[in-house]
């Protein structure tokens, strides 16, 4: 269970989040979706721990990612971030199989190499990828890695950012697909934050819409068409008449 | 006026703001530095890095410079008749002053700028936060172990550096300016004592923390962008050359002045 509650945060003047609340149930697929710069990536940094929240309070399976035991609630996290983050100095094998190799969770060298290639196969690579270097594959590729890693150690909640951008639309749906598989398989708490559509209906159980640092809806994938949310309507529509102001 | 008081009241609040940064870095430092999990592939790699590769930019820098000693303290003690002190002073200058300074500063070009931009580029494309979220802590990882190798690689470096200068002078000593090779050697041996090697060396682990740390800093407060890693390197090289040469007046000042 993920729970946000009166989420606040700000960057100098700049208020992104202004009461953020959110529940995300077991085994749920959560998508966020929301125009550029309306804080997502924010939401998902504070879930992280990555960044304080000025106010509010995150829970991640009932621990706080803010607190002292941080640690405990990220060994139960994987993510897979827009660029990969994918560490270039270390080979494929070595970047999915990163917590095996260092750390708490320390295992024998093949036997990380094992997991590594078994989640390599799991996301559709082939064993041969195993020791080539992250800067050697293409960007599909790369992704496909993140997400070995993020499953690497069968985590219970998985974040996904933007995990389509700078993919083509066929690479885009294979991943996608590939999220949605994993989530369902593993059953796993899954966050995704997106404003890809097609990545909403492939991959959501849920939907929330976050605009001007508030969620604007929330509801069943099945609900989207039928809202009468203006914020939601105009964001699936893609028009530039709306509530949500576009620049020209 | 009031525009330049503002100024320069923010130009200080900024300085205390960068100075606070880097205490508080180095002091996770070195809580981090005592306590496992300890990254020792991360560390022997920085050795490589730091230590082995630097080897030849080093070695060569310190040749030129005992040779060209020599030479300058030959034209020097000509005019005075003490043309025979060339071998003595070549060595305690390169061993106590110039073989760490020179040193240190070029490891200081080669290494602080390549770990302020591999880290930086690891902070904007969200490397250290994918560390973070792997349960994996940054400083642990990525600085530590190339705080502890500098510290032990410069020194080495700067002893093969003393060692290559005072070859150096020897081979223009003896080639150039006609002074006899033993002569040469006993005059460089005998006028030399320990602690001129030993405060070379201890100046060598201290340019080496210098280095590593202000490689490290900049690189982890690196800003979005290229710019910011470009901004980072040089900052770490220009700050660690000049603290390289503050540190080293006040270390010399230390260990000299009685």
């Given at each position: 269970m993920i729970e946000v509650s009166d989420l606040h945060k700000s960057f100098d003047q700049n208020n992104v989040l202004k009461g953020v609340n959110l529940k995300i149930s077991d085994g749920k697929s959560m998508v966020i979706i929301g125009a550029s710069g309306q804080g997502k990536s924010v939401i998902l940094k504070c879930l992280l721990g990555l960044i304080k929240p000025d106010k509010g309070l995150v829970l991640l399976n009932g621990i706080?990612?803010?607190?002292?035991?941080k640690n405990i609630a990220l060994a139960k996290i994987g993510m897979l971030f827009q660029g990969g983050a994918?560490?270039?100095?270390?080979?494929v094998w070595q970047n999915v199989a990163f917590r095996y190799l260092n750390g708490k969770r320390k295992i024998s060298t093949s036997e990380a190499r094992k997991i590594a290639i078994d989640k390599l196969n799991r996301v559709g690579?082939?064993?041969?990828?195993?020791?080539?270097?992250?800067?050697?594959?293409?960007g599909g590729m790369q992704k496909r890695v993140a997400l070995a890693r993020a499953i690497a150690t069968e985590p219970e909640i998985i974040f996904f950012d933007e995990?389509?951008?700078?993919?083509?639309p066929i690479m885009a749906q294979v991943i996608n697909k590939l999220i949605r598989e994993l989530v369902v398989e593993m059953g796993v708490t899954a966050v995704t934050i997106t404003h890809d559509m097609q990545s909403v209906r492939s991959i959501a159980d849920e939907v929330a819409l976050l605009h001007a640092g508030t969620i604007q809806w929330t509801g069943p994938l099945k609900n989207i068409d039928k809202s009468k949310n203006k914020y939601l309507n105009q964001f699936i529509s893609g028009?530039?008449?709306?509530?949500?102001e576009t620049l020209r | 006026m009031i525009r330049l008081t503002a100024r320069t009241g923010r130009l200080f609040l900024e300085l205390c703001s960068f100075v606070g940064e880097l205490i508080i870095f180095c002091f996770r430092i070195l809580t981090n530095?005592?306590?496992?999990?300890?990254?020792l592939r991360a560390f022997f790699s920085s050795i490589i890095q730091i230590g082995w590769l630097s080897l030849p930019v080093v070695g060569i820098t310190s040749f030129f410079t005992g040779g060209a000693l020599a030479l300058q303290i030959y034209a020097g003690g000509a005019r005075f008749n003490a043309e025979e002190v060339v071998p003595s002073i070549v060595a305690i200058g390169m061993v106590r002053e110039l073989g760490p300074v020179l040193g240190g500063l070029m490891v200081a070009a080669r290494v602080a700028s390549s770990i302020a931009a591999e880290i930086g580029t690891m902070k904007v494309t969200e490397q250290v936060d994918a560390l973070i979220t792997l349960s994996t802590e940054p400083i642990k990882y990525l600085v530590v172990p190339r705080v502890i190798a500098a510290v032990l690689a410069v020194p080495v470096l700067v002893g093969v550096g003393d060692s290559i200068g005072v070859l150096g002078g020897y081979v223009i000593g003896t080639t150039?300016?006609?002074?006899n090779n033993a002569i040469y050697l006993i005059n460089s041996i005998n006028y030399l004592e320990f602690w001129d090697v030993l405060s070379g060396l201890i100046k060598g682990a201290v340019f080496g923390c210098i280095i590593s740390v202000m490689g490290c800093f900049f690189g982890m407060r690196c800003e979005k962008g290229a710019r910011g890693v470009g901004q980072a390197t040089k900052s770490a090289v220009v700050s660690a050359s000049v603290l390289i040469l503050a540190a080293n007046y006040f270390l010399t000042e230390a260990f000299f002045s009685s």
């Open positions: 706080d990612p803010n607190s002292k035991e994918l560490f270039d100095s270390l080979p690579l082939k064993d041969s990828f195993a020791d080539s270097f992250p800067s050697e594959l293409s995990p389509t951008t700078g993919l083509d028009s530039g008449k709306g509530p949500i | 530095l005592l306590v496992p999990p300890f990254f150039r300016l006609d002074f």
